[in-house]
C-alpha cells in the first residue's frame, strides 16, 4: 500500500502522527512502518523513515531498529548500516544482543574482523556481551577468509567462556581447513567434534568429499562417503556429485555409474549439474553414445541443457572427429536459445583445425568476433597451427599481425607453431626471422622449438648447420634431449655421414640419453651396409646394455651383413638367438 500510494514518507509519518491516539492506536505502529520498508527491500526509504521519526522525538522500537540494521547488512550496505547505529546510539536506545550480532554480521561480511572486534569491545563496556551467535559469526568469517589460526584462537575464546562449540562452529572450522588444503587437521576436528557429542550433519561429510574429491584421495573418498550411511547421515545432490565428479574425471566410469544408480534409488532427483558431469566424463573417455543417452535421458525429465552441458558433449565429438554431429549440435543450441560461449567457440575452432577443415574454422572464428566473444593466445594460437599444418603460411603470419594489433601478445608456443610451419616448407629464413624476433621480445626459447628447428635443417640436407645450432642452444642453456639427438643422427645418416652419426650416439650416452630403437636400426644398417661389421657388433651391444630391445630389423641388418662378409658363424648365430626372441627371420640370405 505504501509502494503504491505515492506519498512521501514526511506525508506518511505526519499523518500518522495526527491520527493513530484517535484511532485507538500506539507507538507500535511507526515499528510496522519501518518493518513495512524492510521487508519491502526499500532500505532508503525505511531508513530516511527512521531519521524523519527521530527529528519528531517518535523513538522506534529496538526490535524495528534491529530489523532495519539486519536488512541493510543483508544487501550488504555497510557503511549506512554504521550510521544508522551510530544514530541508534546517540538516541540512547536500549542495545541489545541482538544488535551486537547484527552489527558483527555487516562488519564480517565486508572482511572488517577489526572493526567486528572493535564493535565487541564497545558493546562489552555498554554490559552487552558476545554469545555463540556472536562467536559463531566471527569464526566463520575468519576461516572463509582463510585465517584458520584465527577461527580456532575464536574457538578457545568461547570455551574459556563457557560457552561449548556447535555443529554450526565446527563446520565453519572444517570448511576453512579444507578449503586451505589441510585436510589432515579437518579430520581431527571431525573426530574431535564426535567425540565430544556433536554429531557431524551432511554439510560436514560434504565439505570433507569435496576436498577429498579434490586431492584424488578415492579410497578415503568413498571411506567418508560410507561412514556417513553408517552414522545415519543422509548424503544429498552434493554428496552425490562430488564423488561422481571425481569417477567422471579420473575415467572410472564403471564407479560412477554405480553411485549414479545409488543416487536414484535413494530418492534423490539428479539435476542439471550431475547430468553434466555424466556427460562429461562419457564424453572425455570417448563413450558419445553414452553421453548422448544420458542426455536423451537429462531432456526427457524435464532438466534443461545448458551452454556448459552442450560444451561437454561438443568437446567430446570434436576429439572424436565427429564434427558433422558436432555442428549438428551447435545449430540445436543456438535454436534452443542457449548462447556460444568462449568454449563453445574455442572448442569447434579447435575441432575443425585439428582435422584440417581451416573454412570452417575460420568461419567459426569470424562469428565469435560477431558476437562480441574476444579470442585469447590459446584460440589464435590453435588457428595458426591450423594454418601452419595446411601450408597457408601467410594466412598464419596474418593471424598473428591480427592478434598483435588487438594487444594480444603471442608466446613461445606461437612462434615455436610458426618456425615449425617454415621449417616444414624449407623457408628456414622466416623461421630465423622469427627466432631473432622471439629472442628480442624476451620470450625464451624451450627445447620444442630448438628441436624443430634441428629438424629443419636436417630435413633439407643442412646437418652441419643443425650442429652448429646444438652448440648455439646449449649456450642459452637449453639442453638437448633425445628427439635433439635422435634428429641430427638421421640427419648426418641421410647424408652417409656414419662417423659422425656415431659420434652423436656416444655424446648421447655421456649425457645420459638413450637412442630410440629406429636410431639404432638405421645406424646400424648403414654400418651392415658398409661391411662395418666391428661398429655393428657395437650399436648392437649399447643397445641391449640401454635396455632398447632388439627388433625383427636389427638382426636381419646384423645377418645381411655377415652372410655379405661370408661370415655364416656369426650369421647364424644372430639367426639361431632371433628365433629365440621369436622373430621370424627372412631366410631368403
Known amino acids: 500500500m505504501i509502494r503504491r500510494s505515492g506519498a512521501s514518507r514526511t506525508e506518511i509519518i505526519d499523518s500518522l502522527l495526527g491520527t493513530y491516539e484517535k484511532c485507538g492506536s500506539n507507538l507500535y505502529v511507526f515499528d ?18 527512521f531519521r524523519a521519526l527521530k527529528i519528531r522525538n517518535v523513538c522506534v522500537s529496538i526490535n524495528a531498529c534491529n530489523s532495519l540494521l539486519g536488512g541493510l547488512g543483508k544487501i550488504g550496505w555497510v557503511d549506512l548500516a554504521r550510521e544508522v547505529y551510530e544514530e541508534m546510539v546517540r538516541s540512547r536506545m536500549d542495545l541489545n544482543s541482538y544488535t551486537l550480532n ?21 558493546m562489552e563496556k555498554r554490559g552487552i556481551f558476545a554469545d555463540i551467535v556472536t562467536y559463531n559469526t566471527m569464526i566463520n568469517a575468519y576461516c572463509r577468509g582463510g585465517n584458520i589460526e584465527k577461527g580456532l584462537e575464536m574457538m578457545r575464546l568461547m570455551r574459556d567462556k563457557d560457552m561449548e562449540p556447535c555443529l554450526l562452529t565446527y563446520n565453519s572450522i572444517v570448511n576453512g581447513l579444507c578449503k586451505n588444503g589441510r585436510y589432515e587437521r579437518a579430520k581431527e576436528v571431525l573426530n574431535e567434534m564426535m567425540q565430544i557429542g556433536v554429531s557431524p550433519d551432511t554439510a560436514t561429510y560434504n565439505t570433507l568429499l569435496v576436498e577429498c574429491c579434490r586431492k584424488d584421495n578415492v579410497a578415503e573418498a568413498e571411506g567418508l562417503f560410507d561412514e556417513m550411511l553408517r552414522r545415519g547421515v543422509v548424503p544429498d545432490l552434493v554428496s552425490y556429485s562430488s ?19 545409488d543416487m536414484q534409488c535413494k530418492g534423490l532427483t539428479p539435476d542439471k ?42 568437446n567430446g565429438l570434436c576429439k572424436e572427429k565427429m564434427l558433422c554431429e558436432a555442428d549438428a549440435l551447435f ?12 568454449c563453445t567457440y574455442t572448442t569447434l575452432i579447435n575441432g575443425y583445425c585439428k582435422t584440417g577443415y581451416m573454412d570452417k574454422a575460420s568461419s567459426l572464428f569470424t562469428s565469435m568476433l560477431q558476437r562480441n566473444l574476444k579470442p585469447d593466445v590459446i584460440t589464435y594460437n590453435t588457428l595458426i597451427d591450423g594454418f601452419c599444418k595446411a601450408g ?15 594487444m594480444i601478445h603471442p608466446n613461445y608456443i606461437t612462434y615455436g607453431t610458426l618456425m615449425n610451419g617454415f621449417c616444414d616448407g624449407g623457408f628456414l629464413s622466416e623461421a630465423f626471422k622469427l627466432w631473432n624476433e622471439m629472442i628480442d621480445k624476451g620470450i625464451e626459447p624451450n627445447i620444442v622449438i630448438c628441436n624443430c628447428l634441428i629438424k629443419g635443417y636436417c630435413r633439407h640436407g643442412d646437418p652441419g648447420k643443425a650442429l652448429e645450432f646444438l652448440k648455439k642452444m646449449k649456450s642459452r642453456g637449453i639442453f638437448p634431449d633425445c628427439i635433439t639427438y635422435n634428429t641430427l643422427i638421421h640427419g648426418f645418416l641421410k647424408e652417409e655421414n656414419i662417423d659422425t652419426a656415431f659420434d652423436l650416439v656416444k655424446q648421447m650416452e655421456k649425457e645420459n640419453l638413450v637412442p630410440d630403437l629406429v636410431t639404432y636400426n638405421v645406424i646400424l644398417a648403414q654400418f651392415c651396409r658398409l661391411g ?13 646394455e640401454k635396455g632398447v630391445n632388439p627388433d625383427r630389423s636389427t638382426y636381419t641388418s646384423l645377418i645381411n651383413g655377415y652372410v655379405s662378409q661370408e661370415n655364416l658363424k656369426e650369421a647364424f648365430k644372430f639367426h639361431d638367438e632371433m628365433l629365440q626372441r621369436g622373430f621370424v627371420p627372412d631366410d631368403k640370405f
Do not use: W
Open 273 to 314: 549439474f550431475v547430468y553434466t558431469i555424466l556427460i562429461g566424463g562419457f564424453c572425455r573417455h570417448g563413450a558419445i553414445s553414452d553421453a548422448m543417452r544420458v542426455r536423451d535421458e537429462m531432456i526427457k525429465l524435464g532438466c534443461q541443457m545448458d551452454v556448459v552441458t552442450y560444451n561437454s558433449i561438443l
Open 102 to 122: 547484527i552489527m558483527v554480521n555487516v562488519f564480517c561480511k565486508d572482511g572488517k574482523m577489526e572493526k567486528a572486534k572493535e564493535h565487541l569491545m564497545e
Open 532 to 544: 662395418r661389421m666391428q661398429e655393428a657388433n657395437t650399436i648392437y651391444r649399447k643397445m641391449i
Open 392 to 406: 597457408e603460411m601467410e594466412r598464419a603470419i596474418e593471424l598473428r599481425n591480427d592478434m598483435i594489433s588487438k
Open 243 to 261: 564423488i561422481i565428479g571425481f569417477f567422471s574425471r579420473t575415467g572410472n566410469l564403471g564407479r560412477m555409474m554405480t553411485y549414479y544408480k
Open 331 to 342: 545449430s540445436e543450441m543456438v535454436e534452443r536459445g542457449v548462447f556460444p560461449d568462449f
Open 32 to 49: 510496522l512502518f519501518i518493518r513495512t520498508y524492510v521487508q519491502a527491500r526499500k532500505f532508503r526509504e525505511a531508513v530516511e523513515a
